[in-house]
């Protein structure tokens, strides 16, 4: 309502979240997917040359038929990958550097925490720059300061890069058009467009953190969602004092926050209400991490989703391409590359 952020003053801000309904009722889909190849925290799917091609830290993998090969390593984790409508392969690392065709690229200043790329219809590389304060691998210190330092950035072919738009929470996938382009905006749980100056969300109020975009074969897009949201972390992001007091002196892996993946130790949060009840890890206890993919209508609709729930293992999706006749996904916190659909 209207007048909320004025009666927010005198009752609280509520926590509200939104729930996994309708077409993001959950299921369990990405659990039982085909695992495709098993990588160390595969990221970035990009199709090349008519196969499927991942990072997984700081290197380049191929998938060819199923049998991952290094084609590429770099000095620091690859943050980023796009494919040129001429075949050249665009990678970001986490040093901030961006090369393209094997050469590297100069950045302007203000470029240093590359967390997407995409070419548009036009041949224009589009950058999204995540942070101005923190590197691709710093995202959950950049959401626990609130941050809104990210930009948009595109490069016509043979010019220089120019900034689009600033002040962005965190963009984290970029789906370009002939008109504009569409932005996943991490921290707002939202999807906003970028065409012709102005800014303007598409998609709002996201039951967790976007990332990576992709077009959908037969229209509209591919969305994956990175972490879920929980009412105790977004309690925590109201409270600034014990925020930074809890980063000043908890060591980051233990931070109550989103998460690739969890119960991996016994000192992670949000434990008690996972804990195992007869042998059972309830599928609805609450999680750090979560896996989710969610299939957009043309219009940025949610239309179907791939969940793998809290006693799942496919958390941390942060990729997703349509190529080759099938679905290819990129679960991050699962140590995974999964496909639906299509031959092997």
Known sequence: MIFDPILDLFRGKAIT?????GALRPNTALDEAEVVAGLPSPDNLVWLDGRAVCSS???VIALEHGHPRQIAEFPAEVTALAVSPKGK????????????????VQLPGGIGCITALAYGPDGALWLANGSARHPASGWVADLMEHGATGSAWRRLPGQEFHKVAGGLAWPNGLLPDPGGITVSESWKHQLIRLEGGRMTPVLRHLPGYPARLSPAAEGGAWLAVFAPRTRLIEFVLQEKHYRYDMMAEVPRDYWIAPALRSGQSFLEPLQCGGIRTMGIHKAWSPSR???LVVK????????????????????GVTSVIEAGGRVLIASKGGDAVLGTGGAA
């Open 17 to 21: 979240i939104p729930p996994l309904d």
């Open 296 to 315: 957009l209508s043309p219009d940025f609709a949610p239309v179907a989703s791939l969940h793998s729930r809290a006693n799942g293992h496919r958390h």
């Open 89 to 104: 392969l665009a990678v970001a690392t986490d040093d901030g550097k961006l090369s393209e065709g094997g050469h590297e």
């Open 57 to 59: 830290g700081a290197a």
């Open 289 to 291: 991490s979560y896996g």
